[in-house]
């Protein structure tokens, strides 16, 4: 790749990178004026939108899954989606939910970047882009593995995935046995939190009883575990011959 071709693709991350932004602001802000009009403001009526989408989320469980393809629109972090379905669905049922929602969001995002759009979505820093492609391109299935389980950001393993137009089934194979593992502990750690005594509480931050600080334990532990066996797998693979 020349150098005037390097500058062309940093400009036009550059542009992708503002129109993103543009059009986020711009979904946020009518998903806002929507709520503003139908519930009016203050944090009385914060309290009630979150209790009325607990609610409903409760009785409609796998209409989850709906969120994390729709933050794909609102450019979400798949974590909030995650630690809500913690909330939600408690840690075992949520961990279910978290990993199907993930595989079928990335799934959207990889095939939709990897078909008509790769061009405007190449947000990352080229030299970080070109080296996940290099990597990707030589073992696609353990690649993407195993940036998932060292907690490479969901968003940025998909897009390099993608970019480095690799297999769909190498894709789904490594998103679903890297998440398994991944998602738990962020899970965990929205199952810690007691939304309805946090409502009843009638505070906009959770306070005393409404945290289960033995969950969070338990979910930092986990992360921490995770982490370390993920760079020992790492370091023993960079090491084979």
């Known amino acids: 790749m020349t150098r005037d071709d390097r500058i062309d693709r ?7 990178g503002w129109a993103r932004l543009a059009f986020g602001v711009l979904l946020l802000g009518a998903f806002a004026a929507l709520l503003v009009n139908t519930y009016g403001t203050g ?6 939108r979150a209790a009325a989408f607990y609610s409903f989320a409760e009785s409609h469980v796998w209409l989850l899954l709906g969120l994390y393809v729709l933050r794909l629109l609102f450019f979400l972090p798949a974590s909030l989606i995650i ?13 279910v939910v ?15 970047v990897r078909t008509s759009m790769s061009a405007m979505l190449q947000g990352l ?18 690649a993407i593995l195993l940036m998932r389980v060292c907690f ?3 968003d940025a393993v998909t897009l390099a995935a993608a970019l480095a137009r690799a297999p769909l089934r190498a894709f789904v194979g490594g998103t679903v046995l ?12 929205g199952a810690s939190m007691n939304f ?4 009843a509480s009638g505070r906009l931050l959770p306070g005393e009883g409404v945290i289960n600080w033995t969950y969070v334990a338990v979910s930092a532990l986990l992360a921490v575990v995770i982490m370390l066996h993920a760079r020992r797998w790492q370091r023993s693979r960079a090491t084979a011959p």
Request: charged share 10%; net charge neutral.
């Open 43 to 48: 944090p009385h009526a914060l309290l009630a």
């Open 10 to 16: 940093q400009a036009g991350s550059a542009m992708a």
């Open 83 to 95: 630690v809500l379905t913690g909330m939600v669905c408690g840690p075992f049922l949520g961990e």
């Open 178 to 189: 890297g998440v398994i593992p991944t998602s738990l502990p962020i899970v965990v750690s």
């Open 125 to 142: 820093p080229v030299a970080i882009v070109e080296k996940w492609q290099a990597r990707i391109n030589r073992a696609p299935f353990h």
């Open 152 to 154: 490479v950001p969901f």
């Open 196 to 199: 309805n005594a946090w409502m």
């Open 98 to 112: 978290a990993v199907a929602g993930l595989t079928l969001s990335g799934s959207i995002e990889f095939l939709v």
